[in-house]
């Protein structure tokens, strides 16, 4: 039953239709099943929503924080004034593709996509739009260069790479440095065929960027279309106060080794006190409850965009071994762990087979959105099917790695931090799925390829 609800689930996106529905149903089909119980299925329907509400709002606080910062600095103009030196910068379409992607991949891979999206999304995304970089693709850049690109190899912090190595039973170097190989060579790909595959749309985008750049600059920045009293004294102040705290939060990381949700903790952090600042400065003794409607804005923001994610990660977390026991009651199995393990058992240890069997079972474990939950699975099935081989084993597990991350990481699947992306731009999210999906595709297809025929 739980197949049937991930292919109708596939099947509906590929259709381009929401898949709320279907989550439901399935959730609630399972729960009836597992349980025996009509009463009980029902609220398994509740506890599976729950769960979800609970893993992925840390991603909804950061972004309404995020908002709520850039709306209270909207109000003199600060936001504009921010972005204002990186004009010269964004000078075309391509070029401003190309600094997104820089800036995401660099600021990730010391401090993971999770606080560096919405850091490049607030200062770079804006000036991106206005050089005529479409929405989507922005939206596209950060997804690639971050959550796939930076988080599948992991090669600073080693968090994936080290978890993939110890189920292996191998050195984590050994997969460090090919899942770097491997992410680079998917990333290259991916990244390339982003930007060619939507030319026409940057074409469409331009013809009518003053239009739409608006717009878009108003998702970013979640202020209404109303017209505002810039006051330049102030708003200068302001964003000298953003740009101090966020380079005072990314010195603190690396002179303090703050790393993965602590530096997101840092950032949103950092968000708040500007957010605090900015009213004060703004409205004077009336910030005392001008403060709340930011607060109330950027949360409503990021519920009205990322809100629907919540039932379809809750079907999916039903394949989640470790949060399937909050859903359905203790020892029940994580179903996607299950299809995985089936579908190791017919694969042959070494080649063309096992290779892109061990990514296809790293994707089927990214359907959870997580991403790093697959990682022991592929650890270990690679360690088995090597034979007592370290270097098979790193190969094979460094091709799980890509198969789950950048799947569930954050790039193929619209319940993962995915999410992030879409709600500091402003896109829907199933609409950033489909776009990812070819170019990204091809570039786990690329990897593979050269891993078998270079690397095994």
């Known amino acids: 039953m739980y197949v049937l609800g991930v292919l109708v689930v596939v099947l509906t996106m590929i259709m381009r239709r929401n898949v709320v529905i279907p989550c439901i149903l399935f959730t609630f089909l399972i729960g009836?099943?597992?349980?025996?119980?009509?009463?009980?299925?029902?609220?398994?329907?509740?506890?599976?929503?729950?769960?979800?509400?609970?893993?992925?709002?840390?991603?909804?606080?950061?972004?309404?924080?995020?908002?709520?910062?850039?709306?209270?600095?909207?109000?003199?103009?600060?936001?504009?004034?921010?972005?204002?030196p990186l004009n010269n910068l964004m000078v075309s379409p391509l070029i401003s593709y190309l600094v997104v992607c820089a800036a995401t991949l660099v600021i990730s891979l010391f401090f993971w996509p999770t606080p560096a999206v919405p850091l490049v999304g607030a200062l770079l995304i804006p000036a991106a739009i206005r050089a005529g970089l479409p929405p989507m693709l922005a939206a596209?850049?950060?997804?690639?260069?971050?959550?796939?690109?930076?988080?599948?190899?992991?090669?600073?912090?080693?968090?994936?790479?080290?978890?993939?190595?110890?189920?292996?039973?191998?050195?984590?170097?050994?997969?460090?440095?090919?899942?770097?190989?491997l992410t680079l060579i998917t990333g290259t790909v991916a990244i390339a065929l982003g930007y060619f595959l939507n030319?026409?749309?940057?074409?469409?985008?331009?013809?009518?960027?003053?239009?739409?750049?608006?717009?878009?600059?108003?998702?970013?920045?979640?202020?209404?279309?109303?017209?505002?009293?810039?006051?330049?004294?102030?708003?200068?102040?302001?964003?000298?106060?953003?740009?101090?705290?966020m380079t005072g939060a990314i010195i603190s990381m690396f002179a303090l080794n703050i790393k993965g949700g602590d530096a997101s903790a840092?950032?949103?952090?950092?968000?708040?006190?500007?957010?605090?600042?900015?009213?004060?400065?703004?409205h004077g003794v009336n910030s005392l409850d001008k403060i709340a409607d930011h607060i109330a804005d950027g949360l409503v923001f990021a519920f009205k965009v990322m809100g629907p994610i919540i039932p379809?990660?809750?079907?999916?977390?039903?394949?989640?071994?470790?949060?399937?026991?909050?859903?359905?009651?203790?020892?029940?199995p994580g179903f996607l762990f299950d299809v995985g393990k089936m579908i190791a058992d017919v694969?042959?240890?070494?080649?063309?087979?096992?290779?892109?069997?061990?990514?296809?079972?790293?994707?089927?474990?990214?359907?959870?959105?997580?991403?790093?939950?697959g990682l022991p699975l592929v650890g270990t099935l690679s360690g088995a099917m090597a034979a007592?081989?370290?270097?098979?084993?790193?190969?094979?597990?460094?091709?799980?790695?890509?198969?789950?991350?950048?799947?569930?990481?954050?790039?193929?699947?619209?319940?993962?931090?995915l999410v992030a992306v879409a709600g500091i731009v402003g896109v829907p999210v199933m609409d950033l799925v489909r776009k990812n999906a070819i170019p990204v595709i091809a570039g786990l297809i690329a990897s593979t390829v050269f891993a078998v025929l270079f690397l095994m």
């Open 32 to 84: 009836w099943a597992y349980k025996g119980s009509l009463v009980k299925a029902v609220q398994v329907l509740f506890n599976a929503n729950l769960v979800a509400a609970k893993e992925l709002f840390g991603i909804f606080l950061i972004i309404s924080l995020m908002v709520a910062m850039l709306k209270s600095l909207s109000e003199t103009g600060g936001d504009e004034l921010l972005v204002k």
């Open 140 to 181: 596209m850049a950060l997804a690639l260069a971050g959550q796939g690109m930076a988080l599948a190899g992991d090669v600073v912090i080693q968090g994936a790479p080290g978890l993939t190595a110890k189920s292996a039973g191998i050195a984590t170097e050994l997969v460090t440095w090919r899942g770097g190989l």
């Open 199 to 245: 030319r026409k749309e940057i074409k469409d985008f331009q013809q009518k960027k003053s239009e739409v750049a608006s717009t878009a600059d108003v998702s970013v920045a979640a202020r209404e279309a109303t017209a505002k009293q810039a006051d330049l004294g102030k708003g200068k102040f302001l964003a000298g106060i953003l740009v101090l705290a």
């Open 266 to 282: 840092l950032i949103g952090g950092a968000a708040i006190m500007v957010m605090a600042i900015a009213t004060i400065v703004t």
């Open 312 to 332: 379809i990660a809750g079907f999916f977390f039903l394949g989640n071994p470790e949060l399937v026991a909050d859903i359905l009651g203790k020892g029940a």
């Open 347 to 373: 694969i042959p240890p070494t080649g063309f087979v096992a290779a892109f069997g061990l990514l296809i079972v790293g994707a089927i474990t990214g359907l959870d959105g997580s991403g790093f939950s």
């Open 388 to 417: 007592g081989n370290p270097d098979v084993a790193a190969v094979l597990g460094a091709i799980g790695q890509m198969g789950a991350i950048w799947s569930g990481g954050g790039t193929l699947v619209a319940w993962s931090s």
